[in-house]
């Protein structure tokens, strides 16, 4: 149980209690999708096993948000539709019109739904009651407001913040990259992409590569800025900083993999999601810190 990525929002307004909000979640379960729905979404258990909606370490808890789509390619809908199309114009003589095509489309549609595979995908996120903090594992934004919107509806009382810094991620991960000193907890990896501040946004990316410092200065004098780059804390843990504050790939490195010694399937999760919680709990202080601290403006 470690994400992959983090999404970080302020609990603003509002005191989440555990079993109050497990109590609320459970009135909101996922449902499987109806016959003539292509989508639904509702919370899921997050450890398997339990009939618990949220799972508690300490001041951590970890919730789930599982969403049902149907898949019906478009494509797929429109090789029923110009079947049924060619069969009509044959008929009527003449080609057909703007609204019976969208009829006929509409009618494809209801009648391949139930026929439709279905995917399921969940999405996990931390909550740090001493931190008051809500962390979403997903680098999709449109997946992370689907979790926040549906939150704000399960719990009342409570508002959500995308958290900001007073320092760009951009602005600081230039600065690194043009002779500046990162912290010590922190250490430049080999991957980072630069992008160009003109109309044309032009783009040169590293991957697996030592950054040699005078050509990562001599592109940004040219008008560019660093949009991504790699990084490791404390050599414990690295990770993908972008510059919407959205931090990806974190990979958990030897030293903490190896501390962790339960192989019951049940006991790993609990030990990986305590293992996790007290690492980022350390690790997303020294970022927020190194950015200029929070900026809670507004």
């Not at 995908?121 to 979790?147: F, G």
């Amino acid at each position: 149980m470690w994400f992959k990525n983090l999404l970080i929002y302020r609990i603003t307004d509002g005191k989440i209690d555990p079993q109050q909000l497990n109590e609320a979640l459970g009135k909101s379960v996922l449902q499987d999708c109806l016959q003539m729905e292509m989508q639904s979404r509702g919370w899921m258990h997050p450890k398997d096993g339990t009939d618990q909606f949220v799972h508690t370490c300490n001041q951590h808890l970890l919730i789930a948000l599982g969403i049902e789509k149907k898949l019906l390619p478009s494509a797929v809908i429109n090789q029923y539709a110009e079947e049924r199309i060619a069969v009509m114009e044959q008929h009527q003589g003449h080609k057909a019109g703007k609204r019976q095509i969208k009829d006929i489309k509409e009618a494809v549609l209801i009648e391949l739904m139930p026929r439709a595979f279905i995917q399921r995908q969940i999405t996990y996120a931390w909550i740090d009651l001493n931190e008051e903090l809500l962390v979403i594992d997903v680098a999709n934004l449109k997946r992370a407001e689907e979790l926040v919107d549906l939150l704000l509806k399960t719990v009342t009382g409570i508002r959500l913040t995308p958290l900001a810094t007073n320092i760009s991620p951009s602005t600081l991960m230039t600065r690194w990259l043009s002779g500046d000193e990162p912290p010590a907890v922190f250490t430049i990896d080999r991957e980072c992409e630069l992008q160009g501040v003109d109309s044309e946004k032009s783009k040169i990316r590293y991957t697996h590569h030592v950054l040699d410092m005078d050509e990562t200065i001599r592109h940004i004098t040219a008008g560019k800025r660093v949009i991504r780059l790699a990084l490791s804390w404390r050599d414990r843990i690295s990770f993908v900083l972008h510059d919407n504050f959205q931090i990806r790939r974190i990979e958990p490195l030897d030293i903490i993999t190896e501390s962790s010694e339960a192989t019951d399937s049940d006991d790993l999760f609990d030990s990986d999601f305590a293992l996790m919680t007290g690492e980022l709990s350390r690790f997303l202080p020294d970022l927020i810190h190194a950015l200029g601290g929070e900026n809670r403006a507004g």
